[in-house]
Each structure stands twice: as structure tokens, then as C-alpha cells.
């Protein structure tokens, strides 16, 4: 692996780990802050807060990137990123809690550019495997993310924020030092209008081609929801497991996602073809779900695991196909809208997972993930109708 990659990686590794850090702290820290106990309707505020600012800012600094250059808007995000874990960690009223979780939400915006640029330095041969090792890195800044944020919380309830700042600018002084610049800055004036968050949307619309990726994309996306907003209460209503082994279940799944992504999507892609591999993950993870939704004893859980992590091979084939749909010129726009795509579906899917199990809850908990199956059903035809195309310039 070059230096370039490490440095992607690294920044993938903080950006989800910035993710997670929050989750463990976030209903004590807003407690502190609000001084009331009912602090449920701040948590999804903020949540969806985080989501929306990823929507309107992964798609601009997409185009941002494609005429300024990648490394100029990855160096600007990182240090964004640093100086807002600063600003969390003494914030003292909850005004400050959801201007620092808004500025999150843009400065991890910086996904779509880190995939772009990976796009850039990497032959269409070795796209699917790299693709697959970004969703790896993901993977494990997300095992590492809740369990820093429960360790230093217990210390002191803003020790979180001032280790993700200086991670962050680590990694700022890494990229600066070492990450070279993946491709020639435009020396075109940069379009104001460009920067409207719809545009790209637009632009996707008027490409038929590339609408059912962006759709594809979208429900891989809010079925990955599920498990983040069900999973805790599952776990607990159907095996009364407790916080330890909730952790140990969602850290298995973690580690086998992670393991996944990281070895098998570049040689799955060889032996079955990106479709192939896609329809693959897809039915690993369906039975998984479906075993998950009837199990009655939770070593069932732990022993599905390895099954459940084939669909780790999915996404990164997705991802390998979806960037030959568009030429080079336009592949830091094109990633920016489907960055856009996850972001909007993480806006949606927590609210409609959490209103189907609560429907479900008290005769058969369970069914959540039967849901999640015909979530995912509905993606199938899709993915059968995806060819392999000459990429399409943009309009």
C-alpha cells in the first residue's frame, strides 16, 4: 500500500471513529448540558442534524475537489474537523452541542473526495479491492469509535472530544507532509451555481443511466440503519442481553464486517464479476436477517456472524461498478451524490425502522429484520438490470 492510501485510510478510520465516539456519551453529555433527563428528542435532533449537513455538503465538496483539487478540500476538512472536536469538548450549552454536531456532519463530508481520490490513483483492476478496504477502515474507526467514547467518558465526560482532535490533526499534518495531489485542478472560473447541494441531483436525474446505482446505493444505505437504531433493543426484549454482551455482539459484527471488506471483495469481483459479487453479499446478509429474525437462543447470533459478514462484499463491488458509469472529469460530483444518497437515507431510515419495531415490539421483536429483507428485496431487480457501461460525461 503507498503513502496516499494510508493517509485516505487514516482520515476514513477518524471520520467514522468521530462517528461513534458520540453515541455512548452524547445521552450523559446532553443531560449535563440540558439538565433534564427526557433528553430522547435532542438525540434525534441531532442526529438527523449531522445527517442533513452530510446530504448538503458531500455532493459541493465533491465539485469542489474536481476543480480545486482533492488534497486542498481534504486538508481543509481535517482541520475543520479538529477544531470542531475542540469546540465540543467545552461547549456549555446545548445551542454549541448542535453547532458543533452540524460542523461534524460537514467536515465527514469528506468521504465523497477520499473516494474520489481513490478513484483517481487507482487502475479499474484494483478499484473493488481499495473500495473494500475503505469500507474495512470504516468498519474498524467503527468498533473503535463507541469503545474509545465509553473508556475516556468514564474518565471525564469531554476526554473523547479532545483525543478525536488530536487524532484529527495528526492526520492533518500527515496529509499535509505526505499526501500529494491526485489530479490536475481545473483552471476553469469555478461555477457559484455548482455549489448548490440540488445541482448535482439535477444532473443525476438527467442521466438515466446512473439513476438506479444512486437508488441501489440508497437502500444498501437504510438498510445499514437498521442495525444502529434496532439492534440494542432487540438484543435486549429477545435475549435480555445487557450492555456487555450487546457490545460483544455488535463488536463481532464489526470485526467480521471488517475482515470481509477488506479480503474478499477484490477476489470475488474476479471469480463472479461486480453483479455477481453484489447479489452475493445480498444473499448472505438476507440469511443472516431471516435467522436473526426467528432465533431463540443468542449463540445463534454469534454463530450466524460469518455469514452475515459475506455481505461485506456488496458495497465495495457497488462501489467498483458505480464509478465506471461516469467519465474521470466527473467522478468527484458523481461520488459526492452518492455520498448524498447514504446521508439521505440515514435521515430517513432510523425513523422508519424504529416505528416498525416498536409496532412489532411486543409480540414478536424479531420482525425487524424481516423488514430489513424486503428492504433489500426491493433492490434485487435493480442490481439485475445493472450493465456494464461506457462511463457518460456529464451534461
Known sequence: MNRPLIVIFTAIVLDAVG????????????????????VAPYIGTMTALYAVMQFIFAPVLGALSDRLGRRPVLLISLGGAAINYLFLAFASNIWMLFIGRAIAGLTSANISVAM????????????????GLFNAMFGIGFIIGPVLGGVLGDAWLRLPFIAAAVLNACNLLLAFFILPE????????????????LRPLRWVFSMKSVLPIVFIFFIFSATGEAYGTCWALWGSDTFHWNGLWIGLSLGTFGVCQTLAQAFLPGPAVKLLGERAAILTGVAGTCIALITMAFATQSWMIFAIMPVFALGGIGVPALQSLASQQV???????????????????????????SSVYFIFRQEWPGAIWLSVVVVYAIGVPLVLGLRLKRPAAAP
Open 19 to 38: 462517528i461513534g465516539l458520540i453515541f455512548p456519551i452524547l445521552p450523559s453529555l446532553l443531560q449535563e448540558v440540558t439538565h433534564t433527563q427526557n
Open 116 to 131: 474520489a481520490y481513490i478513484t483517481d490513483i487507482s487502475p479499474e483492476d484494483k478499484r473493488a479491492r481499495r473500495f
Open 182 to 197: 491526485s489530479r490536475t485542478p481545473t483552471r476553469e472560473k469555478l461555477d457559484l451555481s455548482a455549489l448548490n447541494p
Open 327 to 353: 467519465d474521470e472529469s466527473s467522478q468527484g460530483q458523481f461520488q459526492g451524490v452518492l455520498a448524498s444518497a447514504v446521508s439521505l437515507a440515514s435521515i430517513a431510515a432510523p425513523l422508519a425502522f
